[in-house]
């Protein structure tokens, strides 16, 4: 008998609302990259897409534990000499409080190409509206860690 293995036409995609309020980054970030790979699906595969929609609102809510609000610092670089940009956690979240944790969920998710296609099926917003009810959202309970 051999493995089975979903096919394209097979995999049905649901869509999921989180919502950040209240929440710390990292919990929220790694359950939100298992429904974004498809490991809540009895599906799962790990070479394929088999992960469903995620819809995060009030991204500007979400706490951190610790110092780091004040502490933690973003880099990257540009590429030319002296190109090494920082920006501080604080900034960020006043600036753009969705790219925190679209950030945190993006280095969470395997290091592989289907990368790209899960952390596609991922939109973040600011505050309680989103544009997707056509989609018939269903609200995801996180888990809640003592």
């Known amino acids: 008998m051999s493995t089975y293995f979903p096919k394209a036409g097979e995999i049905a995609r649901k869509w999921y609302v989180v919502d950040a309020e209240g929440q710390t980054l ?44 004040e502490q933690k610092v973003y880099q990257h670089y540009t590429g030319y000499p002296g190109g090494l940009r920082t920006e501080e956690f604080k900034k960020r979240a006043a600036r753009r409080p969705e790219k925190i944790i679209e950030d945190a969920v993006r280095r969470m998710l395997p290091k592989n190409k289907l990368a790209a296609h899960m952390l596609s099926k991922l939109n ?15 609200d995801w309970k996180l888990e809640a860690r003592a």
């Open 124 to 138: 973040v917003y600011k505050g309680e509206k989103h544009p997707h009810q056509a989609q018939k959202p269903v």
């Open 26 to 69: 990292g919990r929220l970030a790694s359950q939100v990259a298992r429904i974004l790979m498809g490991k809540e699906n009895p599906r799962y595969t790990p070479f394929l897409d088999t992960g469903d929609h995620v819809i995060v609102v009030n991204a500007e809510k979400v706490k951190t534990s610790g110092m780091k609000a």
